[in-house]
């Protein structure tokens, strides 16, 4: 005795038709509703089976199945795809045969009668999910995470032979969705010789000077023609002047010619090239990691984009750090200067073989399938650096720190700090506050467990690390503080009026939340006079020349001026050399002049033969 499994939605169906002890019920009504059932599933088996039949045969239809079974969740093909360029349902009718009850496929096309196509499907498979749209749209279309995208460019066999669409013969229209855009006629009507040639040289491989004689050739024409095209006879007449049909020619100019110029025009007004870029960016936002889009190349042109898109999106090597600098890695890989949290790997390149070929003369032998993966990245974003004087990890974006799983904190930070024996302020290492190192440790494990290792004592943590950075008043001197009180106070008396606008330095700083001390403000005032950054020690002094110029250089007011002083003196480069030198209290900080003096006087090393 052998036994199978029977679905539950099946039981249910024949469950009002039997009795209890198992004998069938005579319900008319019942059996008629059966039959229309079956006869529906039939149809649209029957449907499935004559998809090559209903539009153009689908191409690298073995491969695809076979990349979709290894990305499916579970066993079979199994997940959410999408079939981006529908056209009369060649793919997704196979696609519908192949994948199971519980998935997902979604169809996007903009062409009305692809959709009608569609929709009519739809109506038998709820599997099926159409949008008529670009696939430039696909992320905004598609909310949920799929498995594989499907990508088939160029346009449909029927699309070919129907004279009313202008892709063979007809008016010369050539749009893909004929409710949008400009016909071929009009968008050719309205190109100068410039545009035309040069558009047509980056949406063709034809070479570039017979780009510029097709373009000359078709605006003459056009305008014998009275300044417009009517079919595309005439445009392949204009053609066939410069690739004229001789016998001992290699390839066949007559057919040749015409259409390559057609599919230049095509790609033109359906701006084919910047939507395929684009809708390679949105197909890899909805893929999931370790998904793939399959992408149906039928010329070179797409194929580089394709291409071009997965070195821009490769991940380096990692001894690829090692070998070059940040820039230059950046500039190789442009993946490695983004904080994209995927890679995208080029996984299989196929053509068609002599089979395929053979049972469809419609496909075009240069035709290739391209298999782009989403990988996780392995190696980690590099943040650029923002702020003043250090980096911003906090700001360079939560994928970043979605990453950080550990973080090593040293305790130091450079800050601007005041040096009283040198009588200036200067770039110094000073140990940090509890808060600043709480802040730290908050950056690693952000959405999983993470570790902060502090390379500093707990008991100078717990008993001499400050609870807070003190405030830049105190620390620093207000030299610099009251030029800058001076120049804002002047501004606010033009701008504004009434009681309680300061109207001088010292009424500005008296409104801090931490004010200073009035006689530190008045020694501020005299050390400016004296430096020549104001014009006199009273608070109705003006701004000078040099002055002005100390607002705009982030140096300590004596450092400007000893710039200035030295570009006065002819001596500028030694100048910035000095107050480089001074603005630092690392003893291991040389500016590169100095390192570049220092060789030049060294003496030459001896051979290694003497």
């Avoid at 209890?20 to 059996?31: H, I, K, M, R, T």
């Avoid at 749009?175 to 009009?186: E, L, N, Y």
């Avoid at 040198?422 to 690693?444: D, E, P």
Wanted: charged content about 25%; glycine content about 6%; some cysteine.
């Amino acid at each position: 005795m052998s036994c199978f499994a029977v679905p539950r939605s099946i039981l249910q169906q024949l469950a009002p038709l039997r009795q209890e002890d198992g004998e069938s019920l005579e319900d008319p009504a019942a059996q008629d509703l059966e039959v229309l059932r079956r006869e529906a599933q039939e149809s649209h088996r029957g449907d499935l089976r004559r998809g090559a039949s209903a539009g153009h045969q689908p191409l690298f239809m073995m491969l695809i199945l076979g990349h979709l079974r290894q990305v499916s969740l579970g066993p079979g093909i199994n997940g959410t795809f999408v079939d981006c360029t529908f056209g009369r349902g060649g793919h997704s009718r196979s696609l519908l045969r192949q994948i199971s009850r519980s998935s997902t496929l979604y169809a996007m096309d903009v062409d009305q009668q692809a959709v009608d196509v569609a929709l009519e499907m739809a109506r038998k498979d709820q599997r099926l999910k159409v949008f008529k749209s670009s696939y430039a749209r696909l992320a905004e279309k598609v909310k949920e995470e799929v498995q594989a995208v499907l990508i088939n460019s160029g346009f449909t066999t029927e699309d070919k032979r129907n004279i009313s669409r202008g892709m063979r013969k007809g008016p010369l229209d050539l749009r893909f969705d004929t409710q949008a855009g400009v016909p071929c006629w009009q968008w050719l009507a309205n190109m100068t010789y410039p545009q035309l040639w040069k558009a047509m040289f980056k949406h063709s491989d034809i070479a570039e000077m017979l780009c510029k004689r097709i373009s000359h050739e078709l605006l003459y024409e056009q305008a014998c023609l009275g300044g417009r095209f009517t079919s595309i006879a005439q445009l392949e007449t204009a053609v066939r002047r410069v690739y004229p049909a001789i016998q001992d020619l290699t390839t066949s100019s007559r057919q040749v010619g015409p259409k390559r110029v057609l599919g230049a025009l095509r790609r033109m007004v359906n701006r084919e090239m910047e939507e395929l870029q684009e809708a390679l960016s949105q197909a890899f936002q909805v893929l999931r990691v370790g998904g793939r889009c399959l992408m149906v190349c039928q010329n070179k042109l797409e194929a580089t984009i394709a291409i071009n898109f997965a070195r821009d999106h490769e991940e380096p090597r990692p001894e690829a750090n090692l070998k070059m600098d940040v820039r230059r890695l950046r500039n190789l890989y442009p993946l490695a200067g983004t904080e994209l949290p995927y890679a995208v790997k080029l996984l299989d390149c196929a053509r068609l073989s002599r089979f395929e070929l053979t049972q469809n003369p419609d496909a075009t032998p240069g035709a290739q399938l391209l298999v782009l993966e989403k990988v996780p990245r392995t190696i980690l974003p590099m943040p650029r650096a923002r702020g003043k004087g250090k980096t911003s990890i906090a700001r360079s974006g939560g994928e970043f720190l979605k990453m950080v799983v550990a973080v090593l904190d040293l305790g130091l930070h450079r800050r601007m700090d005041h040096d009283s024996s040198k009588g200036i302020s200067s770039l110094a290492t000073k140990w940090i506050s509890k808060a600043a190192a709480t802040q730290r440790k908050g950056r690693a494990g952000r959405t999983q467990p993470g570790l902060c290792l502090r390379l500093y004592t707990k008991q100078y943590f717990e008993k001499i690390m400050p609870d807070y950075e003190p405030p830049e008043s105190t620390s620093m001197s207000l030299d610099r503080l009251y030029l800058q009180a001076k120049q804002l106070s002047q501004q606010l008396c033009g701008a504004l009026q009434g009681e309680g606008v300061p109207r001088t330095a010292a009424e500005l700083l008296m409104q801090m939340p931490e004010a200073p001390n009035m006689m530190k403000v008045g020694s501020a005032r005299q050390r400016n006079a004296e430096l020549g950054t104001i014009s006199e020690a009273t608070e109705a002094a003006k701004i000078t020349a040099l002055g002005h110029l100390c607002l705009q250089l982030p140096l300590d007011l004596k450092l400007t001026r000893l710039v200035w002083l030295g570009a006065h003196f002819g001596v500028a480069s030694d100048a910035v050399v000095l107050a480089s030198v001074l603005s630092s209290n690392d003893a291991f900080s040389m500016p590169s002049p100095l390192f570049m003096r220092e060789a030049s006087r060294a003496e030459p090393l001896p051979r290694a033969d003497s």
